[in-house]
């Protein structure tokens, strides 16, 4: 069929999938255990040739969000400041946030991607779309905090960038060409996060922040959606599991970090 040629189905992959549905229905009939993963994923059911509609359905939704709460965005930016002695003030950081909003849009994209067909090329664009991500959201933070300081904090921010631009490169060609290896991943995607959260966090306390109960909510809900990671399950009527759930939580608070970004 059309669907699966369009996304690269060969025929062994085909009948693969086709015994797992077997086996899992076999099963079912006669309760012979619970449902099981077959090459570390769960047993979805397969729709227009899409291995996983409900996680596409929603990386794309997170990308349309993105794109829709930039562009709102950008206008605002060219307003002038309030008290300002310029008659045109322009947000210092418009280019960061530009370039952190169209990270997520790639990295959302090729989540799509990924979800729609699991392969060797797919998995790696949607990890290294990803971890660029995490790495460009740790240096928003430090940039936003060092770099709109004082002029005496500029040398600790470049030197900052310069560790997380070493560190990402390191990672990456360890993942690439050592070994792509999932659990060290996830420890360093973690810890960064946890260092990010822990910046915006504190820097929004000490400099009292107008919207800092924005940022507040945003990370307690942020982090309370990661724990659909943890609580894996089987996907309900085939389609929907923990991890797409994870992300339709993450649709709804984009517009959240947003109106930070407005209020900042």
């Given at each position: ?20 549905r ?6 079912s ?23 996983e ?39 210092p ?19 799509a ?11 790696r ?19 936003r ?17 310069a560790?997380i ?6 990672h ?13 991943n ?5 810890i ?10 504190g ?14 909510v ?15 399950f089987?996907?309900i ?28």
């Amino acid at each position: 069929p059309l669907s699966l040629r369009v996304f690269r189905w060969k025929c062994e992959d085909d009948c693969t999938y086709h015994c797992m549905r077997a086996v899992e229905a076999w099963k079912s009939t006669g309760g012979k255990g619970p449902i099981e993963k077959y090459y570390g994923k769960w047993p979805f059911l397969r729709v227009l040739g899409m291995q996983e509609l409900a996680s596409v359905l929603a990386s794309l939704a997170n990308l349309i969000a993105h794109a829709i709460c930039l562009s709102r965005l950008l206008p605002l930016a060219e307003v002038p400041a309030t008290g300002s002695s310029c008659s045109r003030s322009l947000y210092p950081f418009l280019w960061m946030w530009t370039a952190y909003g169209c990270l997520h849009m790639n990295a959302w994209f090729w989540s799509a991607v990924f979800h729609s067909r699991d392969t060797r090329l797919t998995e790696r664009l949607d990890y290294i779309s990803a971890i660029c991500l995490v790495a460009f959201g740790l240096f928003a933070a430090v940039a936003r905090i060092l770099w709109g300081s004082m002029r005496r904090w500029h040398h600790f921010a470049a030197a900052a960038t310069a560790a997380i631009t070493a560190g990402l490169a390191a990672h990456l060609y360890y993942m690439l060409y050592v070994k792509f290896d999932y659990g060290w991943n996830m420890r360093v995607c973690v810890i960064a996060g946890i260092v990010t959260a822990a910046l915006w966090l504190g820097w929004n306390a000490w400099t009292r922040h107008p919207a800092r109960y924005k940022m507040y909510v945003f990370m307690l809900l942020v982090h309370l959606s990661m724990l659909l990671e943890v609580l894996d399950f089987p996907p309900i009527g085939g389609l929907l599991d923990a991890h797409a759930a994870w992300h339709v939580a993450t649709v709804v608070l984009t517009p959240l970090f947003y109106s930070w970004l407005h209020a900042d």
